[in-house]
């Protein structure tokens, strides 16, 4: 009986493991194996296993070795920051990116105290959904923890569609918007204010514009409001930078000439100026780059002639003055003067990826996009350099993974401690991402700062890219915790973030759901330039037909011919409504009558 029963059981964990089969084989690897030790941790990251902490020779460790399974090759990695005290018998976890220390025995008592180390490396994610074409002078701008590409050019076509990455869910789409889109743009900007991005400038192969169009990124609307004041010449190549509602514009190739003039949209009062600036200013140059850091605008490179310029100047925005950066006194090595780079500001620190130094043009985007957009891939480089602005140091820090490929006029954005680089000549179809391990000092930074304004921004200021509405929406239960945030530490920073999101969405304008039938009646009546306007005063198309050419005036539509033209339209929704309602009555009134009589309403 017994037997039987042992029998049995093996009959059934036979059958649990089904076809399954294991085998034990010893690995042969590379390199300098660790040291000989006991009650260690191992933790896998992708390919990778780190053997960390443990005891040898009844001396506790606190050391990281590296095994890369893909060569079975060990290395020590040097990691920055304070390790943990030597220990044993600690637990370590996988959260994302990070690995997770906890407790363990350094041979005199049990510890408590909680370590993580933050994996940095470059990945290519394997991104699912509609994805763009590869494509050069687009942008790429993050709107929370999503990036919103728009237009640029690919094998010489221009284009004017509209994309959505979602890291967290791995995922590229196509959103549904309404209103008008612009005509195809290359070399354009896209600033993001609150939550809606300003697009200005740019060209489409044939000519260069100055045309100023929004999205709204809750509302998924295009408008095309109009400014007061003289807008900047057309131009294409220039930069812009938002600051709370200013909206700075700077340089760029138009007129058969280069610009180095600073002009600012007031994005509240909807005008242009041009400010008094002191200082001596950076040179007219297109393909530069300008980024907000640390409040003030730092401009970094450029073209002119055809030539790369080694400039590095910041702008205080409250004084409009220009400074000149990266003095004598400043530490590390200069990098190297590059024009059609990326840019992205995490914390204090200034990245730079990519760009050409042009040393030779293989003439491609010169034929198809003018003198200014000679192609200069020959002197593209993939190497990335940070600029220190607290500390006044310049580094060039090595990641592993495998990095984008050479290639200049790329998209490059940042969202917490994470870097998305996208497109450029030369580049692959594929997002590219770098972990630089920085989330934890960008959250405490941002905390501090926030702290510091006393929590809260100014009314009708704008947040900055990480504390803009999250129009994208939530991720789908489930999905892959694999983009932004990833880590631990990420979402600590996320967390932080998204209290941010929900104070900016607040009093924000009209409930999405309600806004297409606004822009469709604004639509049809070639008003589309006014949608802005009527969602940001929370007027839906009921709020609407209730107005008078005197309430119309008041809201802000000043055109007498705008406001005549929605009066009638409104007069004209009344009639039809009253009609309709007349309509509806006598049906009633005949139900009635057939009910009174016995018979039935369909005998009339």
Not at 559 to 579: T, W
Request: aromatic letters at 6%.
């Amino acid at each position: 009986g017994g037997g039987g029963g042992g029998g049995g059981g093996g009959e059934s964990e036979a059958s649990a493991t089904g076809s399954l089969a294991l085998r034990w084989a010893t690995l042969h690897t590379h390199g300098r194996a660790p040291a000989a030790r006991a009650r260690p941790n191992l933790v896998a990251l992708d390919e990778l296993l780190f053997l960390i902490c443990g005891v040898s020779d009844g001396r506790p460790l606190n050391t990281v070795e590296l095994l890369d399974t893909r060569t079975l090759t060990w290395s020590h990695p040097v990691v920055e920051g304070m390790p943990p005290t030597p220990r044993m018998g600690a637990t370590a976890t996988r959260v994302g990116t990070d690995v997770c220390i906890f407790g363990g025995s350094d041979g005199k008592g049990s510890l408590a105290d909680l370590h993580v180390m933050t994996c940095v490396s470059w990945s290519t994610p394997k991104w699912r959904g509609d994805k763009p074409k590869p494509r050069v002078g687009h942008t790429l701008t993050a709107v929370g923890a999503r990036m919103w590409m728009l237009g640029g050019a690919s094998q010489g076509v221009a284009h004017n569609d509209l994309y959505v990455l979602d890291p967290a869910t791995q995922a590229w789409s196509k959103p549904h918007m309404y209103g008008t889109c612009p005509e195809a743009l290359v070399g354009h900007s896209t600033t993001l204010v609150g939550c809606e991005l300003f697009i200005w400038g740019g060209g489409d192969g044939k000519a260069v514009r100055h045309d100023l169009h929004v999205v709204d990124t809750i509302h998924k609307t295009w408008s095309a409001p109009v400014a007061a004041g003289q807008p900047p010449n057309a131009r294409l190549g220039h930069s812009a930078v938002a600051e709370r509602s200013k909206l700075l514009l700077f340089g760029g190739y138009g007129a058969r000439q280069y610009w180095n003039e600073l002009v600012v949209l007031e994005t509240g009062s909807m005008a242009w100026h041009r400010p008094h600036t002191s200082g001596r200013p950076p040179l007219a140059c297109v393909l530069h780059s300008a980024t907000m850091v640390a409040g003030r605008m730092v401009v970094c490179g450029g073209c002119l002639d055809e030539r790369p310029i080694d400039q590095l100047l910041e702008l205080d925005i409250p004084s409009f003055t220009w400074t000149v950066l990266g003095q004598s006194t400043w530490r590390g090595e200069r990098p190297r003067a590059r024009f059609g780079h990326g840019a992205a500001a995490i914390g204090s620190r200034l990245f730079l990826f990519g760009g050409t130094i042009g040393v030779s043009a293989d003439g491609h985007l010169k034929k198809t996009f003018g003198d200014a957009y000679g192609g200069y891939r020959g002197g593209a480089t993939n190497d990335l350099a940070v600029i220190d602005l607290a500390q006044q140091t310049y580094s060039q820090p090595h990641y592993v993974g495998p990095k984008p490929p050479p290639s200049y006029r790329v998209g490059m954005q940042a969202v917490g401690g994470k870097l998305f680089v996208w497109g450029g000549v030369g580049a692959s179809a594929h997002a590219t991402l770098l972990d630089t391990g920085l989330a934890a000092a960008v959250s405490r930074e941002e905390m501090s700062a926030a702290a510091a304004a006393g929590g809260t921004a100014a009314a009708g200021g704008a947040p900055d890219a990480g504390g803009a509405p999250d129009a994208g929406g939530a991720p789908a239960a489930g999905a892959p915790d694999a983009g932004a945030p990833r880590g631990l530490v990420d979402r600590a920073s996320a967390m932080q973030r998204s209290l941010h999101t929900h104070e900016a969405a607040e009093g924000k304008g009209l409930h999405p759901s309600k806004a297409p039938a606004l822009i469709g009646m604004l639509q049809e009546l070639g008003l589309n330039k006014y949608s802005r306007l009527l969602l940001h005063q929370e007027i839906d198309v009921e709020s609407l037909l209730e107005m008078g050419e005197q309430d119309l005036r008041d809201i802000g539509i000043h055109a007498v011919g705008a406001r005549r033209k929605l009066a009638v339209a409104i007069h004209r929704e009344r009639l039809r409504m009253q009609g309709r309602d007349e309509a509806a009555s006598r049906g009633d009134e005949r139900g009635e009558e057939t009910l009174a009589v016995g018979g039935s309403a369909a005998g009339f």
